[in-house]
């Protein structure tokens, strides 16, 4: 199948692509990647009139560090940002999260605002984004919205984006915690690339003494969304995440997501999956931790 006729524009700019989209009266989309939207177009399940490449646009791709955060422009490549040595060093998470994205090739022409605004509730990245508490800063003629993960995801494939809006950059806010940080990123899907049956991301701080000080636990395609269960979080705070605290962690994770059955695996399967890749993502960050720290990788 091939997708319907449309109007292709290559912007050359932030202002043409807003102006563009309010042209479009809302029967226009932007490509960046395509790794979505291109097979979509193919089997004309979106029909757009117009398609605005953004590729061109200067500000909307590269990596930035600041002292609490992490920018990422919404057309960098995934792969750019999983090579990068800025992301290794102040957003590991992410580049754990993305190494599950797809094959390599997909990586090298998926962008990180693309993934977002698909908001697939399995997907890594965005995953990512709601368990640090990331924004999304999107754009429209009327300006700059920064707009918590929290509130930008809105079920499977729905967001707050607007039809004159889109992604310009994605913010990742870089924890600023004494101690030793652990990440964790867990994941099960019937084949390596495919979407995923149940994700899990950690990220936790130890002190010196292998006290927990903070944590974020985030699970990804076991809801319309993905879903931070900060209770489970808060449940390790405090505690040396022992084997009883991780049991009681996953089990605050089986009892708040809310998984529905599909062709892929049955609602209860998916709650089970997700405590338990909750449980082993804790490990792996905590294990991450202790070795930052010198101290033991298991319970003595």
């Known amino acids: 199948m091939k997708a319907v006729d449309f109007d292709y524009v290559r912007a050359g700019s932030v202002d043409e692509v807003c102006r563009m989209l309010d042209d479009a009266a809302e029967d226009g989309k932007v490509i960046a990647g395509g790794q979505t939207l291109v097979p979509l177009l193919a089997m004309r399940l979106t029909r757009p009139a117009l398609l605005v490449d953004i590729n061109a646009v200067p500000g909307l791709q590269g990596i930035e560090g600041t002292t609490d955060a992490l920018l990422l422009g919404s057309c960098t490549r995934q792969a750019e940002a999983e090579r990068s040595e800025l992301v290794c060093l102040q957003l590991p998470l992410l580049r754990k ?40 800063v999107t754009r429209s003629s009327d300006g700059d919205t920064i707009v918590p993960a929290d509130e930008f995801f809105l079920g499977p494939m729905i967001t707050t984006l607007m039809p004159n809006e889109f992604i310009r950059q994605v913010q990742f806010p870089v924890w600023q915690v004494e101690g030793w940080q652990g990440t964790g990123f867990q994941e099960t899907s019937p084949r390596r690339s495919d979407f995923a049956l149940a994700s899990a991301a950690v990220q936790l701080v130890l002190d010196k003494d292998g006290i927990c000080r903070r944590a974020a636990i985030g699970i990804g395609g076991a809801a319309a969304t993905p879903v931070r269960i900060d209770a489970a979080a808060e449940g390790l705070v405090g505690t040396t995440v022992s084997e009883a605290d991780i049991t009681a962690a996953a089990d605050v994770v089986r009892e708040m997501v809310d998984p529905e059955s599909d062709l892929h695996a049955s609602a209860d399967y998916r709650r089970r999956l997700a405590a338990t890749l909750a449980a082993r993502a804790i490990r792996e960050a905590r294990a991450e931790a202790r070795r930052k720290g010198e101290g033991p990788d298991v319970e003595a």
């Open 97 to 136: 999260g993305l190494s599950f994205v797809g094959h390599v090739q997909t990586r090298n022409r998926g962008t990180i605002g693309g993934s977002i605004a698909n908001a697939d509730p399995s997907a890594e990245i965005g995953l990512v984004m709601l368990t640090l508490g990331g924004s999304v």
